[in-house]
């Protein structure tokens, strides 16, 4: 009986690496599963969204007052995961339905802004994607605590050009009226004409939309937000700082012009060259530098508010749980989705469609119209990366002569799209009107284009899968739709001027129309 008792502390001791190996193994191995879903979900994601973040980022660095865009994920980035110890706190209850309407509608929406190269609703919509996965993942908590992250990134969008651009006119006469008194103040004789044009003794200056500086006003608040928020507690503090930085960039871009008065006065040249670029970043570096000596000083005055004790975790509490039947099938239902779309995205781009004729082979002769050599064949409009173009100049017997341009493109996307940012001024003051072609309406545009100083009155159309449009949002539905049901993109640009002789009214119109009567009927052979 002696042999058979066990030494219960040897028991003790050899059953401990046992359990310990036992329970550490599966908790560690129970990882893998969740990464390799992560990775499954990711990479489709990755494909549905790298257009558009290619989009934005050729935005970021192109466009003037873009560049914070760079800027804007990171810091989204950073505020989501300040977030982590609120999010440990709140459990995981994926919501199906509304997660899988959400998640179908942002991902619809992301694929007609892609096949029609709008670049505003496309980055809109994918912050929509991102918001519908964590709402279909993990439910109204996680995305009510991510909600601030989520909607900072719209600084990164150019969707609020719709806020700056109401406040360009306004912005461009008070920058020229504060930067006159300015200069005057410095004894330099200025003299302010027609609200915008400051006339210096040696070169007049003209403060045009993009010095108006409403449009870096968003790369102030894009830094200015989230630094307030990081930053200081009272609401007063908060507002103060931000509303403070704006005011601040309005009066740096008052000395910005001030400057360019005083550097073109002494004799400087290169205006718009890189020191113009210089001056354009001196309103941000001020407004920025403002941001950071205002926010040290608000938080000396605030009140230090008392930190909140963190709630004691429970024993039963473990982190984030990414398990169940419930995620499971929200996981399952958005990647499906996600999936399906990037492969539905990829599927449209079926080639570029290539031209019924070379617009090389474009007849000389256009019934009473023959071409004319004598006059440089330069574009009013240069829509930039067409792939086929036609620029040509007829003349008619009584001595008219008309500007003929068509551009083509094989495939439409972001920066390459006929109703975009390179055609916006010929929308700015244009008239619809229909042309009488025989039996035929044409729907145009009548519109006035600014070259050296002249307005030339010009007629255009958009040539769409066969079909006319001169309604730039019809234009691009009709090129979403093509993309959906045919694979296609392919479109045209028609564009029709002619001088503008003195005393001239309605008749200013004849030419172009009576020549794009000659001309329709002939783009219906040439373009697809």
């Known amino acids: 009986m002696e042999n058979s008792l066990v030494n219960p502390s040897q028991t003790v001791e050899d ?63 950073y505020l989501a995961w300040l977030q982590k110890p609120a999010l440990q706190h709140i459990p995981i209850a994926p919501a199906l339905g509304p997660g899988l309407l959400w998640l179908v509608f942002a991902t619809l929406l992301l694929l007609a802004s892609q096949a029609g190269g709008v670049i ?8 929509l994607v991102l ?46 009226s504060m930067s006159v008194s300015m200069l005057q103040a410095l004894g330099i004789p200025v003299l302010l004409e027609n609200s915008l044009y400051i006339i210096l003794p040696t070169v007049t200056l003209e403060v ?26 009272a609401w007063w503090s908060r507002i103060t700082l931000v509303v403070s930085s704006v005011m601040i960039a309005i009066v740096a871009n008052w000395i910005r012009v001030t400057i360019m008065g005083v550097y073109a006065q002494s004799g400087g040249k290169d205006l718009h060259g890189p020191y113009h670029i ?27 508010a008392p930190t909140p004790a963190l709630p004691r975790e429970q024993g039963s509490f473990s982190g984030f749980n990414f398990h169940g039947a419930a995620w499971n099938r929200a996981w399952w239902l958005g990647t499906i989705t996600i999936a399906a779309a990037a492969i539905f995205l990829y599927s449209l781009d079926r080639g570029g469609t290539a ?10 002769v256009l019934g009473d ?98 079909m006319s449009y001169a309604d730039r949002s019809q234009a691009k539905l009709a090129t979403i739709k093509q993309a959906f049901l045919r694979g296609r993109t392919d479109g045209a640009l028609v564009l029709v001027s002619a001088e503008l002789h003195p005393g001239q009214s309605e008749e200013q119109w004849k030419a172009q129309e009576e020549f794009a009567g000659v001309v329709f009927p002939l783009m219906q052979e040439y373009l697809p």
């Not at 993942?137 to 719209?154: Q, S």
């Not at 530098?289 to 009140?303: C, I, N, P, Q, S």
């Open 15 to 77: 059953s401990r690496p046992l359990r310990s190996s036992a329970e550490g193994e599966p908790a560690r191995l129970g990882h893998y599963p969740f990464l390799l879903r992560a990775v499954g979900l990711g990479i489709p994601l990755i494909l549905l969204c790298a257009p558009t973040v290619g989009d934005l980022a050729n935005l970021w660095w192109t466009r003037y007052g873009f560049s914070h865009g760079f800027l804007v994920p990171l810091v989204s980035l």
């Open 120 to 127: 505003t609703t496309a980055s809109v919509a994918l912050i």
């Open 131 to 176: 918001a519908g996965l964590i709402l279909l993942l993990c439910g109204y908590g996680y995305l009510k605590a991510l909600a601030f992250p989520l909607v900072y990134l719209i600084f990164m969008t150019p969707i609020l050009d719709f806020l700056t651009e109401p406040l360009d006119w306004p912005f461009q006469l008070l920058t020229a």
């Open 208 to 233: 045009a939309r993009q010095c108006s500086g409403a449009g870096l006003l968003i790369a102030v608040l894009a830094i200015g937000l989230p630094l307030a928020y990081l930053t200081l507690q």
């Open 278 to 304: 210089l001056q354009g970043l001196f309103v941000d570096w001020v407004a920025f530098a403002f941001l950071f000596v205002g926010a040290w000083l608000l938080g000396r005055l605030e009140k230090p």
């Open 355 to 364: 031209l019924k004729k070379d617009l090389a082979t474009f007849p000389a």
């Open 369 to 466: 119209w023959v071409i004319d050599h004598t006059l440089k064949e330069d574009s009013l409009i240069g829509l930039q990366d067409v792939d086929e173009s036609l620029v040509r100049t007829y003349r008619a017997p009584d001595g008219r002569r008309v500007h003929l341009y068509v551009a083509y493109t094989k495939t439409q996307r972001q920066g390459k799209e006929l109703v975009g940012m390179e055609t916006a001024p010929l929308h700015e003051s244009a008239i619809a009107t229909d042309l009488r072609i025989g039996a035929v309406s044409l729907p145009a545009n009548r519109t006035f284009i600014d070259k050296s100083h002249r307005h030339i009155p010009a007629v255009f159309w958009y040539h769409i899968n066969g």
